[in-house]
C-alpha cells in the first residue's frame, strides 16, 4: 500500500504560477511510473501528466506548454508546475502511482494507477 498525500493547491489568478506536491509514504517496490489527474465540476476525471523512472513525460493536450512534472525518487516526491493556469484548469488534482517501472503504452490510462491521493483543489480566478 502506497500513501499519496498532495498539497499546494490554492486559489491563484489566470496567468499566474502554482506548484503542487505529492509526497508518497509506504512504497516498498522502488521507482513507478506516477502521474496527475485532475476533476472539474460535473466532468470526468481527465489525464494532466505522467513521467516515467526515466524521467519521460507525457502531458494532456489542454496542459501541454504550460505545465511541467518532475520528481525528486530520493525524496519520493513528485511535483506539477502549474504556468499560465486559465479559468479552465480549475479542477481538484489528484496524484497517482503505477506498479510499473516502465510502460510502452500511454500513461493517460487511468487503470495503470492502483494508488491515488485525496486530491487538493485548485481554483483559478480570472
Known amino acids: 500500500q502506497v500513501t499519496l498525500v498532495e498539497s499546494g493547491g490554492g486559489l491563484v489568478q489566470a496567468g499566474g504560477s502554482l506548484r503542487l506536491s505529492c509526497a508518497a509514504s509506504?512504497?516498498?517496490?522502488?521507482?513507478?511510473?506516477m502521474g496527475w489527474f485532475r476533476q472539474a465540476p460535473g466532468k470526468e476525471r481527465e489525464f494532466v501528466s505522467g513521467?516515467?523512472?526515466?524521467?519521460?513525460?507525457y502531458y494532456g493536450d489542454s496542459v501541454k506548454g504550460r505545465f511541467t512534472i518532475s520528481r525528486d525518487n530520493a525524496k519520493n516526491m513528485l511535483f506539477l508546475q502549474m504556468n499560465n493556469p486559465n479559468s479552465e484548469d480549475t479542477a481538484v488534482y489528484y496524484c497517482?502511482?503505477?506498479?510499473?517501472?516502465?510502460?510502452?503504452?500511454?500513461?493517460?490510462?487511468?487503470?495503470?494507477?492502483?494508488?491515488w491521493g485525496q486530491g487538493t483543489q485548485v481554483a483559478i480566478s480570472s
Open positions: 513521467i516515467g523512472c526515466d524521467g519521460n513525460s
Open positions: 497517482a502511482a503505477t506498479r510499473y517501472n516502465w510502460y510502452s503504452g500511454s500513461y493517460s490510462s487511468e487503470h495503470l494507477y492502483v494508488d
Open positions: 509506504g512504497r516498498a517496490r522502488g521507482c513507478v511510473i
